[in-house]
């Protein structure tokens, strides 16, 4: 790592940071954690996507890691402003193909998932999963949006909670929802993710910590039950969308 990084990244100590006024996240151990830039997310969504439930199965298998007991997964989006408060050479990254632009990052010394980036879709935030017990100081909040529920088994869809709109893409790559009014609920969802973050907001956008970051991207390629490890240069990771 840079210095210059380093000053810029980890930029208090958690103890110097009033609890009350930002949520944070940290991996299973303890090595690593990092601020948000609020308590409140953006939005929150429910996502039944079984390729992202694959970046979980593959940290499973890394190492000592607990996947998700709830499915579909609760995610909440954040503003992609981070702050490292500790464990900034923990931290590693990983794909499910080289063409995608969803980016995960997880911790190296637990293989904790942290945080997903996908700026052709969620424009100025990361997402997390929010109902993990790794999320300090969160105002949690209800999903509006059900994605991909056209995975589910018929048995997962009666065990479904909350009655929201579900939203699906289809053989033209095109949205399509499964109730009316979901159009209106979506279009609110793409101007709260799609936001511009505050001026004054301390930290990195995640695009900085990865091209800083001295590892290669993991890029996993899923072969029935097993995965082959591929890595990828950062600059060949698309990163705008």
Not at 159 to 168: K, T
Request: with cysteine; charged share 25%; aromatic share 10%.
């Amino acid at each position: 790592m840079k210095n210059n990084f380093n000053e810029l990244a980890v930029c208090k100590k958690m103890e110097e940071v009033t609890s009350q006024e930002k949520a944070s996240i940290h991996c299973r151990c303890g090595a690593v954690q990092i601020l948000f830039t609020s308590k409140s997310p953006r939005a929150a969504v429910e996502c039944c996507d079984k390729q992202s439930y694959n970046n979980l199965k593959f940290l499973a298998q890394m190492g000592d890691y607990e996947l998700p007991e709830k499915f579909p997964v609760l995610v909440y989006f954040f503003d992609n402003k981070l702050v490292v408060v500790k464990g900034i050479e923990n931290l590693s990254f990983s794909k499910l193909i080289v063409e995608s632009n969803l980016v995960n990052m997880y911790s190296s010394c637990c293989h904790t998932f942290l945080m997903s980036r996908n700026p052709a879709f969620a424009h100025s935030t990361v997402s997390v999963h929010g109902d993990r017990s790794y999320l300090s100081n969160v105002v949690h909040q209800k999903p509006t949006l059900r994605f991909f529920p056209d995975q589910l088994s018929e048995d997962d869809r009666t065990q479904l909670v909350h009655r929201i709109p579900g939203v699906w893409k289809d053989t033209k790559d095109r949205f399509r929802g499964d109730c009316d009014g979901w159009e209106e609920v979506y279009r609110e969802f793409l101007e709260n993710v799609a936001a511009p973050i505050a001026e004054n907001q301390e930290g990195l956008p995640i695009e900085e910590i990865l091209q800083e970051n001295s590892e290669p991207i993991f890029v996993l390629g899923w072969q029935s039950a097993r995965f082959a490890r591929k890595t990828v240069s950062k600059y060949e990771c698309i990163l705008s969308g």
